[in-house]
């Protein structure tokens, strides 16, 4: 399962490149506006991330903060492209979100799991 989540995230991270840096008329639209989309697409790069890389979740977390700064820097050189700093923030704050999604989702079922092993094992006598 840990190398499905792993891929998946790899996979994502390429497709959210592409359409940072390929060609505006190819980057997916929907109702959501600019800042929309974006949140969208790093909140589950971030909750993709956290999910598979759950003993380095906080390393990997500034790692993608730093590579999204370097994805938005890299659309200077994009023809067609801009790089704004409240892109940047958007991207970074919504990836550390989907992070924090993930540890909140491992923390639950952490809780779930515990309380139904308590619960299997029947009444203490």
Known sequence: MSNLVRTFAWLL???VTFATLGPPGLRPHSYLGQDGEHALAFILVGLA?????????LLIAAAAVVLIGVLELMQFLAPGRHA????????AATA????ALAAAAD???SRVRTS??????????
């Open 13 to 15: 991270a390429a497709a």
């Open 49 to 57: 991330f956290g999910l598979a890389y759950r003993r380095r979740r």
């Open 84 to 91: 704004r700093l409240t892109d940047f923030l958007v991207d």
């Open 96 to 99: 550390c979100l989907g992070f």
């Open 107 to 109: 923390r639950l079922l």
């Open 116 to 125: 139904a092993a308590v619960t299997s094992e029947g009444p203490a006598e």
